[in-house]
């Protein structure tokens, strides 16, 4: 279990450095594909498949898919540099900011699956959920059916920004279809 | 619900698949070539999968497994879609 674990987050934090660090722009896409499988299997470990589902179509399809179509329509730098130079000053800002938000927030962190966490500070609430989700919905997964029936407008009205946004784009682009 | 040894067989495994993918990663990262770096990332990909269903099988969430097709497809949409682009213009990119 452990092995699964550690071995699983020096896999990403390796991907995720190797996705900064790299020169070139192609190289930067594969790899980030790979730090997306990463992600998706620790959220599948994690008991969340459907963050893991949106992982792999948001991270692995769509977001490889739109940086392909970026550089295959602009240019795609030349260099010989293997990786980018590493700035120091910034570095060390960076992590210092960093360390301060991890040393300020993850000790007030609950550990996973703990019952003392703020979900189950009104205990009928996420009881209520849990127990009639099924009846009412038919949705077998409880996060899914709050998505998509509890505050079903709410996501409705997700879709109709991210429609808006595709429209817009379409007409920025003077086009019909996406190409 | 204490894992049964068979199931923690199932996690082993999956922990050494992890510890191959590392491996594979190196070959990502060192490359030399784009296509090196597409076929190390696309057999990262089927690792992923068999993680996945090593883990549906050792934490008995057979709900695992719909993740783990959806990755197939996308792992096989993505290699074509990098192969595919990167030839465009008459040779690689």
């Known amino acids: ?179 | 619900m204490t894992p049964t040894s068979l199931e923690n067989v199932f996690l082993v495994a999956a922990g050494l698949f992890v510890v191959l993918a590392i491996a594979m990663f190196y070959r990502a990262v060192v490359g030399p070539t784009t296509q090196d770096r597409l076929l190390a990332v696309n057999v990262l990909g089927t690792n992923t999968v068999v993680i996945l269903a090593l883990l549906a099988a050792g934490l008995d969430q057979s709900w695992f497994l719909d993740v783990a097709l959806i990755y197939a497809l996308l792992n096989f949409l993505m290699s074509i879609a990098i192969s595919k682009f990167t030839v465009e213009r008459g040779g690689v990119l």
């Open chain 1, 1 to 179: 279990m452990s092995l699964f674990a550690y071995s699983l987050v020096i896999f990403i934090l390796a991907t995720a450095v190797a996705t900064v660090l790299f020169r070139d722009v192609l190289s930067v896409i594969i790899v980030f594909g790979a730090y997306s499988l990463g992600m998706a299997i620790l959220y599948t470990f994690l008991l969340a498949p459907d963050v893991a589902m949106t992982e792999a179509a948001i991270g692995a399809g769509v977001t490889t898919l739109l940086l392909l179509l970026t550089i295959a329509r602009t240019t795609r730098p030349t260099t010989d540099a293997l990786r980018e130079r590493i700035h120091v000053p910034a570095v060390v800002v960076v992590g210092a900011f960093v360390l301060l938000l991890c040393t300020a927030v993850l000790p007030d962190m609950y550990p996973v699956g703990s019952t003392s966490t703020p979900v189950w500070s009104n205990p009928d609430v996420t009881q209520h959920y849990i127990t009639e989700t099924y009846e009412q919905t038919g949705v077998e997964n409880a996060v899914t059916s709050v998505l998509a029936a509890y505050r079903g407008f709410d996501t409705f009205g997700e879709a109709v920004v991210v429609f808006a946004a595709g429209v817009s784009t379409l007409l920025v682009l003077k086009r019909e279809v996406f190409a």
